[in-house]
């Protein structure tokens, strides 16, 4: 079972220009981010052993030089492949 725990986006509509990525808990955790939209977007995923290593790879995404202000939402929203969220972790890292 996949639990997305975070998920930010580029704050983009357009196809081309948007930008996704999730931070999802399986047994392991997993990294994924999408270039483009829903029908047409490119996937990939990473996986990592620890919270601290998948985190370090998203603040790397969300840092790289692309379009838009990232902005995070709220879990929810279905993951690439259709696969359903479950509820946000209980432990949350704080800001």
Do not use: C, Y
């Amino acid at each position: 079972m996949e639990e997305s725990v975070r998920q930010w986006w580029n704050g983009i509509w357009g196809r081309l220009a948007r930008r996704d990525v999730w931070l999802v808990r399986q047994t392991r955790w997993k990294v994924i981010a999408r270039a483009g939209d829903t029908e047409t977007g490119k996937v990939l995923e990473w996986e990592f052993d620890t919270e601290g290593q998948a985190i370090h790879l998203v603040n790397r995404l969300l840092h790289a030089d692309a379009a838009g202000q990232w902005r995070e939402q709220e879990a929810g929203a279905a993951l690439p492949g259709g696969s359903a969220n479950a509820s946000r972790a209980s432990a949350r890292p704080k800001r």
